[in-house]
């Protein structure tokens, strides 16, 4: 992955014209999910998200959107036989989107996330012993947002993000709504 970013660098670079913008992003996301246990429900659950996106310049307008996220997808269950279940999953994000800039201050992306699961933290009300199974190691949610400029080095993002099929056993169909402050490398 490293050698084909930096091949990526290189050739753009050659070209002689400014291909990479870099910016700093922290922000919130809401979560929710669905389940299969019977009697149970999801409540949505709030996550921190931080980490480095960048801008790579393809052709005229269009970009490609990409960088390393951490991101938290937590959720909640209940009630269930253990009580309470407090899903909290964590994630090493790498977006492969493609952002279309309509001016020289806004655009918007789409497209897949690469996710890594870092962490299958698990708590439950009414035991000591519950543990997350079967997390999936790597989940491909799709995002669709719109970026922002507001000041030189100052920006926003707002997101949907949809993750089709398990995360794990019980989880599934994971949608995420989020904002990101942007602060933009000179």
Not at 6 to 26: M, T, Y
Not at 56 to 85: A, E, H
Not at 89 to 105: G, K
Request: charged residues 15%; glycine residues 8%.
């Amino acid at each position: 992955m490293k050698k084909l970013i930096v091949s990526l660098l290189v050739f753009w670079s050659l070209q002689g014209r400014a291909a990479l913008d870099l910016a700093g992003a922290v922000g919130m996301a809401s979560n929710d999910a669905s389940t299969d246990l019977i009697n149970a429900s999801i409540k949505s659950d709030s996550g921190f998200r931080a980490g480095v996106l960048a801008w790579i310049d393809l052709y005229q307008k269009l970009s490609l959107r990409t960088g390393f996220m951490y991101t938290q997808r937590y959720v909640s269950l209940g009630p269930t036989n253990q009580g309470n279940i407090n899903i909290n999953y964590s994630y090493f994000d790498v977006p492969a989107t493609l952002n279309f800039w309509f001016s020289d201050a806004a655009g918007v992306f789409a497209g897949p996330v690469l996710a890594f699961n870092q962490s299958k933290d698990v708590s439950c009300s009414n035991s000591t012993t519950c543990a997350a199974r079967d997390v999936h190691s790597v989940i491909y949610p799709f995002q669709l947002g719109v970026d922002f400029i507001f000041a030189s080095q100052f920006g926003g993002e707002v997101y949907y993000e949809f993750t089709s099929g398990d995360l794990s056993t019980s989880v599934s169909n994971m949608t995420s709504v989020g904002a990101n402050l942007l602060i933009y490398f000179e």
